[in-house]
């Protein structure tokens, strides 16, 4: 498949762990594609694969991992066929950065903030290399909202807020082409939930970044959006533009999951979805949604293939074949 | 569905925060909180050789026994002595009486106990130790401080050689294990943990009998070969010589447990979100260890092994009896065996003087490593 310069591609990406209770099946055959300066909306319940996916692409990998293939594309090269040394030089945070889900423990207690921000642009700290990477330091400090004192601080003086921010910081500093964000809002409160999303925002507008945003805050996602996916048990159900997604979903879990999102614009009950997913440990070979399903038939008991009901729209259920 | 939020977003509500002020450098972190420390331990150890001194004269009570012995010493003076026989018995009493009076005031028994001990806290503290009963140092004299200054050296050299040998041995095994959990080697190691229970004189002795008796590869003890060397290289050769068994000794006796413990620390520490964090940044595998496993667990790791240290000292006075080490343990040990109180006070109240130096020195190493450590609990949070 050939996939244009501009685009990041991920191609029947699969995870898998060996657990001593058997296998556990994380991200199952998943696929999409986004383009530069989108961003795509990752959403789904706790422990359906969401972190995993994101992990996978940055191969960021336990130490049991059974089975990890597929490919992903990043400007037309497969970076899944580097090697590992290669992977770490070349792709880690200069081309794809992360601002993991706990991002309140993700800075090194005991080393100043700005070191650690410098870090990835630097291969020897002295001299004009680090003078230079400072200058970059300020200027991303100043694009996420941080005062630039606080690069001489230790992470431990900077609050929960801050310290997102500064995360955050660190993953823009080497101007990758691709951010995943894994829940960047989870451990914080709702207002600074919203100074964090509106950051965001306006690096998008500004910058151009392309983001990963893996989330189960669909409402406050939803503005951020251009493309988005929903997962299901480890596999990408429904993955369109985020517009007719929030709008119009078709997977009946996608279709569950927006109703029972509250509105401002509209009054609507509140629906909610009984039951909980399947265990990804030896999951079954039918549709992972089966028993939960209020449109499920005969046909449900096999596994479902990926079928494009509109122009870049994919679903995987029987219900559209 | 979407939601409004408040505009500007750049309020920078979080920035009223953080209290600390950043005019406070670190040196000036360092600096106060070593002096506070410093002024802590000073009065730990005011306070641990007030206790000995109380303790050592059972609370006052050796006073006691003291004027007792020297009321009976009188009396037997006076009634052995012909000089007295003849007085009337009245006088023979006065006499008596002057004489105890005369004796307890050239020992100063005649002011009450606690205003003694206050002395004797004084004289321990300047290093006023006052005269040996017995021993005397190699150059003759019999001032305890000049016995103890003399053992001084070869304690410290003993004591520094085998701890820096198992820091650094212990800090970098554990690392290696740590980098391979769960292997054989790892397994092996975990299982020697509990030799550290035997004390290194424990050790010390199979040593010898292996080293010295049976292969005869190294001498049985003392710090230098007899008559020693003339020549200065000979000399620290000899010396070189003479210190691998002891020090194999200590070492033995601490670096399983050491190794099983920081090897844990490791382990807790290289699964915090900042080491996977530091892994997504692409960050060599060199120094991810250093900077984000290494660096994170130096507090911990120098807190054991203060605790650690304080059991190495108690075990060095019998290490030192066994190789016959001319040290502070083998002068205590000589002390104790002469009954000779003012050396065995003298070396109780530098024990606790060198203990307090080494938790001073490794508290301020302490505050070097962890930037979190601060004094008065401002700002900074435990995390």
């Known amino acids: 498949m050939n996939t244009q310069n501009d685009q990041f591609r991920v191609e029947n990406l699969y995870l898998s762990f060996s657990t001593r209770r058997g296998t556990v099946q994380a991200v199952e055959d998943v696929t999409f594609t986004m383009n530069r300066g989108q961003t795509m909306v990752l959403v789904g319940e706790s422990g359906c694969g969401k972190t995993s996916l994101g992990r996978a692409i940055l191969r960021l990998l336990p130490r049991n991992v059974q089975d990890y293939r597929g490919k992903v594309f990043l400007n037309s090269q497969d970076i899944m066929k580097l090697s590992r040394e290669k992977f770490r030089r070349e792709i880690r945070w200069k081309k794809i950065a992360m601002v993991p889900q706990a991002a309140m423990n993700s800075l090194n207690p005991v080393i100043k903030v700005s070191e650690q921000v410098i870090e990835p642009l630097i291969k020897r700290g002295t001299g004009r290399e680090r003078r230079k990477a400072m200058e970059k330091a300020r200027e991303v400090f100043q694009l996420v909202g941080v005062p630039q004192d606080f690069l001489e601080r230790y992470p431990f003086e900077l609050s929960g807020g801050m310290r997102q921010r500064v995360i955050l910081a660190m993953a823009l500093i080497t101007n990758p082409d691709l951010v995943i964000l894994d829940e960047p809002t989870s451990a914080l409160d709702l207002l600074t939930q919203a100074n964090i999303m509106n950051v965001l925002k306006r690096i998008k507008q500004e910058r151009g970044f392309t983001f990963i945003l893996i989330t189960h805050d669909i409402a406050t996602s939803s503005e951020l959006a251009d493309l988005a996916g929903i997962m299901y048990a480890g596999q990408l159900v429904e993955f369109s533009r985020a517009y007719n997604l929030f709008r119009e979903p078709f997977h009946p879990y996608s279709r569950k999951l927006m109703a029972s999102v509250p509105s401002l614009q509209e009054k609507k009950e509140l629906e909610y979805l009984p039951g909980q997913p399947p265990s990804l440990l030896e999951p079954p070979q039918t549709c992972r949604f089966l028993d939960r399903c209020p449109d499920s038939f005969e046909r449900c008991e096999q596994e479902p293939p990926v079928i494009e009901v509109k122009e870049g729209h994919q679903v995987k259920c029987w219900l559209y074949k | ?383």
């Open chain 2, 1 to 383: 569905m979407p939601q409004e939020y408040p505009p500007q977003e750049e309020l920078q509500e979080e920035a009223t925060e953080e209290r600390t002020p950043k005019g406070e450098s670190d040196l000036w972190r360092l600096l106060r909180y070593s002096l506070l420390r410093l002024g802590a331990l000073f009065i730990a150890v005011v306070v641990g050789v007030y206790l000995m001194i109380l303790i050592a004269n059972m609370g006052g009570y050796v006073d006691e026994i003291r004027r007792a012995e020297i009321a009976f010493n009188v009396a037997q003076q006076v009634r052995g002595s012909p000089e007295f026989a003849e007085l009337p018995e009245e006088r023979r009493r006065e006499i008596m009486d002057s004489m105890v009076e005369t004796e307890e005031k050239r020992l100063g028994l005649h002011e009450p106990f606690y205003l003694r001990s206050i002395y004797y806290l004084r004289d321990a503290l300047t290093l006023d130790l006052g005269r040996s009963e017995n021993l005397t140092s190699d150059a003759g004299s019999r001032q305890v401080r000049h016995i103890i200054l003399e053992r001084l050296p070869p304690t410290l050299f003993l004591f520094l050689t085998a701890q820096i040998i198992t820091f650094f041995a212990g800090l970098f095994i554990a690392l290696a294990l740590s980098r391979q959990y769960g292997s054989k080697l790892d397994k092996f190691m975990v299982a020697l943990a509990p030799t550290s229970a035997a004390p290194s004189w424990f050790y010390g002795i199979f040593l010898i009998l292996i080293f010295a008796a049976l292969l005869g590869w190294l001498p049985f003890g003392r710090m230098v070969a007899a008559p020693p060397p003339d020549d200065t290289l000979m000399y620290a050769m000899s010396v070189i010589r003479h210190l691998i068994l002891p020090v194999t000794a200590i070492v033995l006796g601490a670096l399983f447990l050491t190794i099983y413990q920081w090897r844990t620390y490791f382990l807790i520490y290289s699964s915090e979100d900042y080491v996977e964090m530091a892994r997504a940044k692409g960050l060599s595998g060199r120094q991810i260890e250093r900077r984000y496993i290494l660096r994170p667990t130096l507090p911990p790791i120098i807190t054991s092994f203060l605790l650690g240290i304080i059991t190495v000292w108690m075990g060095q006075i019998v290490l030192e009896t066994v190789f016959t080490w001319p040290g502070l343990g083998r002068l205590l040990f000589q002390a104790i065996g002469l009954y000779d109180t003012p050396v065995i006070i003298g070396v109780i109240v530098i024990f606790a003087f060198l203990l307090a130096i080494t938790v001073f020195l490794l508290d301020f190493i302490y505050a070097i490593v962890d930037p979190r450590v601060k004094v008065g609990g401002e700002g900074g949070q435990a995390a």
